[in-house]
Structure formats: structure tokens, C-alpha cells
């Protein structure tokens, strides 16, 4: 069955340590994205991507960066920890919308991360 | 900046019972409107969307209402059971937005056997 899987599902870290999480879908999906949920804040969009090569900005992208390499993999690398980024992290993927149309975003487990 | 406004922060209620959750938006170029079910420990799940040319939609035990001009949707679900106890969060996204979700700020509900 295709599923969207992030590893690891648990990190603690250092302040000022380099940390990547990883995302990987089975489903072909053309679309990704990258979430981090804090209480009373719901999900904030980090960083998406529409295809291969192409990564964009969300509402909270400050301290990390995105690359898409391929169709399956999107990893969300946190340049330099710092203990604000302290939040579980989702991962999810959707087939391509059109301007009339709305496709589901499959979210994967997620990944807790601790910087201490 | 888009917002969509979410409450309350956690309900509970007893079994059989029907909880609502609001919620409110500003940006009037949103056209479609999914709520999402999280359990602990996993990710959201699509739950019921609703577009804005209708006032009601429902699956099963779950609803939504939508006033679109005052802004405002909300989630209810019948005969509520203690398995639907999750985060409930309502999302907003229009074509303008390159589909990008905006989501409320989450829902816990308790279900009380």
C-alpha cells in the first residue's frame, strides 16, 4: 500500500546542531509539504514543494530549508537547532490541484523533536 | 496575513452527545473548507470539506454548517461516541493560495464514556 512515512519519529538535540528529518511518499504525489505543530498555534506550513527542483517559503520558513531531489523524498533540514524549534513535525503530500480543484493532503505520523 | 480562528480550545462532552466546533475566517478568496481528525500519536486525517456555494454537508455523524456571509463554519458531530474523542483542526485554502492549507488553531474533544 502506498503511505507517506518520516523518520526519525523521535530527535533530541542540541542548540546549534545541524538536524534533517526525513519524508518519503509512495503515492507519486507531485506536491509536499512541511508542517510543524505547537499547542493553541495548530499546523504552520514550513516549506512546500510542487514538483522536482521546486521548493518554496510558508508562514514559519526562518531556519530551514528544503530540497527535492526526487518525487518521493522532500527533507526538512534545520540549519542550526534552536530551542524554539522545539514541536512535532508533518510531513504531507498531495496529488497536483488545479486552480478549481482541491486535492487531499495525506499527512504522515510525524516527527517529535527536542532541542535542548 | 490569513488567518482562520478556531474554538474552543478543548470541549468536552458525554457520550451521545453533539459537540460543535466554530470557526471563523476573514479572506474571502477561500473556496474550500476541509476539518481534519488527529489522534494521538498520528498524523491529521481528512474528516469532511465543504465548499462555499453550499450551507450543509454531512457524512455519517458528522456535519458541517456554513454561513458564508458571516464567515464562519463549524463542525457537529451526532451522537457523539467516545472513540471520536481526537484534535479536531478546520483549514481554509483558496486557488489564490496555490492550494496551500491554512488551519485553525485545533479542537481537543473528550467523549466521556
Known amino acids: 500500500d502506498a503511505e507517506i512515512t518520516q523518520s526519525p519519529r523521535h530527535k533530541i538535540t542540541e542548540t546549534g546542531r545541524q538536524v534533517t528529518l526525513a519524508c518519503h511518499q509512495t503515492?507519486?504525489?507531485?506536491?509536499m509539504f512541511w508542517y510543524r505543530q505547537d499547542l493553541g498555534h495548530g499546523l504552520r506550513l514550513i516549506h512546500y514543494?510542487?514538483?522536482?527542483?521546486?521548493?518554496n517559503k510558508g508562514e514559519v520558513s526562518d531556519g530551514y530549508s528544503v530540497s527535492r531531489s526526487n518525487t518521493e523524498d522532500l527533507p526538512l533540514t534545520l540549519e542550526s537547532a534552536a530551542s524554539s524549534q522545539t514541536s512535532v513535525y508533518f510531513c504531507?503530500?498531495?496529488?497536483?490541484?488545479?486552480?478549481?480543484?482541491?486535492?487531499?493532503?495525506?499527512f504522515g505520523p510525524g516527527t517529535r523533536l527536542t532541542v535542548l | 496575513q490569513q488567518q482562520v480562528k478556531q474554538s474552543p480550545q478543548s470541549l468536552i462532552v458525554q457520550k451521545g452527545g453533539i459537540p460543535i466546533i466554530n470557526c471563523a475566517y476573514e479572506?474571502?478568496?477561500?473556496?474550500?473548507f476541509p476539518w481534519y481528525q488527529q489522534f494521538p500519536g498520528k498524523g491529521p486525517a481528512l474528516l469532511i470539506a465543504?465548499?462555499?456555494?453550499?450551507s450543509e454537508k454531512k457524512e455519517g455523524r458528522f456535519t458541517i454548517s456554513f454561513n458564508k456571509s458571516a464567515k464562519q463554519f463549524s463542525l457537529h458531530i451526532m451522537d457523539s461516541q467516545p472513540g471520536d474523542s481526537a484534535t479536531y483542526f478546520c483549514?481554509?485554502?483558496?486557488?489564490?493560495?496555490?492550494?496551500?492549507?491554512?488551519f485553525g488553531s485545533g479542537t481537543q474533544l473528550t467523549v466521556l464514556p
Open positions: 514543494s510542487y514538483g522536482v527542483q521546486d521548493t
Open positions: 503515492w507519486n504525489h507531485n506536491n
Open positions: 483549514a481554509a485554502t483558496s486557488s489564490g493560495s496555490a492550494r496551500q492549507l491554512t
Open positions: 504531507a503530500s498531495s496529488h497536483l490541484s488545479g486552480r478549481s480543484s482541491y486535492n487531499e493532503q495525506f
Open positions: 465543504i465548499r462555499p456555494d453550499v
Open positions: 479572506n474571502t478568496a477561500f473556496d474550500y
